[in-house]
């Protein structure tokens, strides 16, 4: 769940610009003082919605003098033409959240879908669906909160204060082993340390040192197995990479710990929303 404060890190990342500038037409045309409004949120289709509790939190917080009720419960099914949240406030805020509101309620609700749909993938293997490696910019927090509402899991909840070895820092630094040993050197005992490897040489390295998480990139099957028969358990493995969701089951039974898939960020297409005032 998303609290109050991170809230407060969404507006100002995203949302002030957006809101100071307003709508030209509304600033000439709408009387002053504005006339209080009333709107709700209804989804065009069929469709799995996230979003609701985090909007509502976000309007209350730019809007302290306006009333969000929810009308559907979050993080569920809704029917076509269903209505979803109900708005009341100012007709100038009001205009100025609109698109705002729906943005946010198209992007949480098309990633936590595509989302289920990749964890339902994994049902009854030992694999666990884990979040992705790249969000977009600024908009991390409510991606990932769209993960969680979806019921991803993942192992940075278990392991707290994960450093990782990436690709440059390998390259940077004289290999695996170097970076490894300057870190185990600097940091407490309890920290957590995961390895990212792009081959199998690399993956025979990253396995004598033992890390808690190894990190597969783009390896294909073949590579999995001979990944799981190296590795004999001493750390867990997670696949990463551009991977769609036959990707994903096809290679649920290998042996993995974790799948992480960028796609489910890249090619989440918005689901749909409309917007009607109400008299």
Do not use: W
Not at 11 to 29: A, M, Q, R, T, V
Not at 126 to 151: D, N, V
Not at 190 to 219: M, Q, Y
């Amino acid at each position: 769940m998303i609290h109050e404060f991170q809230v407060k890190t969404v507006i100002k990342k995203i949302s002030s610009s957006f809101l100071l500038e307003g709508d030209p037409c509304s600033n000439f045309c709408l009387s002053s003082p504005p006339k209080m409004a009333k709107a709700k949120i209804f989804s065009r289709n069929s469709q799995f919605i996230c979003g609701l509790n985090f909007i509502k939190t976000l309007g209350s917080q730019l809007y302290p003098n306006s009333f969000f009720e929810i009308l559907h419960p979050d993080n569920t099914l809704a029917k076509k033409d269903e209505p979803l949240l109900f708005l009341h406030m100012p007709v100038h805020q009001l205009i100025q959240f609109k698109e705002l509101s729906l943005y946010f309620l198209s992007r949480m609700s098309s990633i936590a879908s595509l989302a289920k749909n990749y964890t339902q993938a994994l049902e009854g293997s030992h694999t666990k669906l884990s979040l992705p490696r790249f969000f977009t910019p600024h908009m991390a927090l409510i991606e990932k909160e769209a993960f969680y509402q979806a019921g991803v899991e993942t192992h940075k909840r278990f392991f707290k204060k994960t450093i990782a070895i990436k690709q440059e820092h390998i390259f940077f630094h004289d290999g695996i082993t170097s970076v490894f040993n300057t870190l185990t050197e600097s940091l407490p005992p309890t920290t957590r340390i995961e390895i990212h490897v792009k081959n199998l040489e690399e993956l025979k390295e990253a396995t004598t040192l033992g890390p808690d998480l190894i990190v597969l990139e783009n390896f294909d099957k073949p590579s999995i197995q001979m990944a799981e028969r190296m590795n004999q358990k001493r750390s867990y493995l997670e696949l990463t990479g551009d991977l769609s969701l036959e990707d994903v089951k096809s290679r649920s039974h290998l042996g993995l710990d974790f799948i992480s898939s960028e796609l489910i960020i890249k090619d989440s297409h918005s689901t749909d929303f409309y917007f009607e005032l109400i008299r």
